[in-house]
């Protein structure tokens, strides 16, 4: 029968090799009450082979659910790192080469685009024609079959403007309208 | 020499920090909690007034603050646009303005304006064409927390963010570009590091 001593002190070693020894010649009967001992000297065994692996068992239990493992941040990401990224030339905003002035107004104006000041000043002067035509008509949906010809103070229709229809303005005309 | 020592000690101490007019009666300055709560550090920059310049000195250029506080915007989204204008003269900065399609480009126009306008009315510049932005920069403004509606009930916080914007206006053409550093000044200042190291704790 061999017994797994654990202890390293060779006096308590001792102590409990002669408490061993009693118990087996029956020198120490009243040991247990009188009763079979709870427990009974096993095999020791070295080594963490046979010690059960609570990994596989996990996994092995559930394999339905296989668990996935997500990306997280290891460590804060400190503000010079962030202000590296924030800062960086490609999103800072790039400087537009590409305005020029506009020679009738003289405003800004983008090089591919129309003068935005000259553009709502025509949208404007649209806008009180278009006031015109409605005056004139009445309601919707009765817009004649013929063009219309604008005429602003002191102008007359000419010959081409026979059968077109004759929107009057009570200004004069503006230098950007030019008359046919 | 004596009147500039003297000039230099008495700095620390010029009234005209604190006075927002030439007014003569110090006590009638003191601002009551009626008026603006805090008139933050920038407004007060304005208020510095020099001692007359000696014939011999080179002429010191005009120095226009201006702010505008609590902007409803994000101010690292307003960074982009003060990093955009920092250095430029103050047309070709109105005009990046006027093309950009930032919210805050909007913002910082008209503040640019209103600079403009303050320094030739008040700051005597003589041409408002005249200056640069030497300093652009975006501040923290209060922020408040609310609650954003999730689906199914769930909510969240959000903070609804504002910011202030200051510049600083400087009388006369922009000053030219740093040149980019090349690898002769950076092996240059490399070889004065190792000439400018000292022995310690020796004789």
């Not at chain 2, 005249?130 to 199914?152: D, F, P």
């Amino acid at each position: 029968v061999l017994v797994l001593v654990c202890s390293p002190l060779p006096r308590l070693r001792s102590l409990l090799q002669r408490c061993w020894g009693r118990l087996e010649r029956g020198l120490w009967p009243g040991a247990f009450g009188g009763k079979i001992p709870p427990w009974v000297p096993a095999l020791a065994v070295q080594g963490p082979s046979l010690v059960p692996r609570g990994i596989d068992d996990a996994e092995a239990a559930s394999p339905q659910e296989g668990v996935v493992w997500m990306a997280a941040p290891k460590q804060r990401r400190t503000v010079e790192v962030n202000r590296c990224r924030w800062r960086h030339p490609s999103k800072l905003i790039a400087i537009k080469r590409n305005i020029d002035v506009c020679p009738e107004c003289g405003n800004l104006k983008q090089k591919h685009i129309l003068c935005g000041h000259c553009y709502a000043k025509v949208k404007e002067e649209t806008r009180l024609i278009r006031m015109e035509i409605y005056k004139k008509e009445g309601g919707p949906f009765n817009a004649p079959a013929v063009e219309t010809v604008v005429l602003y103070e002191g102008e007359k229709p000419t010959e081409k403007d026979e059968g077109k229809r004759i929107i009057e303005r009570a200004r004069k005309r503006p230098s950007w309208f030019v008359q046919n | 020499a004596g009147a500039a020592w003297a000039r230099g000690l008495l700095s620390w101490a010029r009234p005209e920090r604190w006075l927002a007019s030439g007014s003569f009666f110090p006590l009638s300055c003191i601002h009551t909690s009626t008026s603006l709560q805090k008139i933050g550090k920038w407004e007060k920059k304005n208020r510095i007034v020099y001692p007359p310049q000696l014939p011999g000195e080179p002429r010191r250029p005009a120095e226009i603050y201006h702010c505008r506080r609590e902007i409803k915007y994000s101010k690292d989204k307003m960074w982009y646009l003060a990093k955009l204008i920092k250095g430029m003269s103050i047309d070709q900065a109105l005009a990046q303005l006027e093309f950009s399609d930032k919210k805050g480009a909007k913002v910082i126009k008209e503040v640019l304006l209103e600079a403009q306008e303050m320094a030739v009315r008040k700051h005597n510049v003589e041409f408002k064409s005249n200056l640069h932005i030497a300093e652009s920069q975006t501040g923290r403004g209060r922020y408040v927390k609310r609650v954003r509606c999730h689906g199914k009930g769930m909510f969240g916080m959000m903070k609804i963010s504002r910011c202030h914007y200051f510049v600083k206006l400087v009388e006369g053409p922009p000053p030219p570009p740093e040149p980019p550093k090349t690898g002769f000044d950076q092996a240059k200042e490399y070889v004065q590091q190792l000439r400018n190291r000292t022995l310690v704790h020796t004789l």
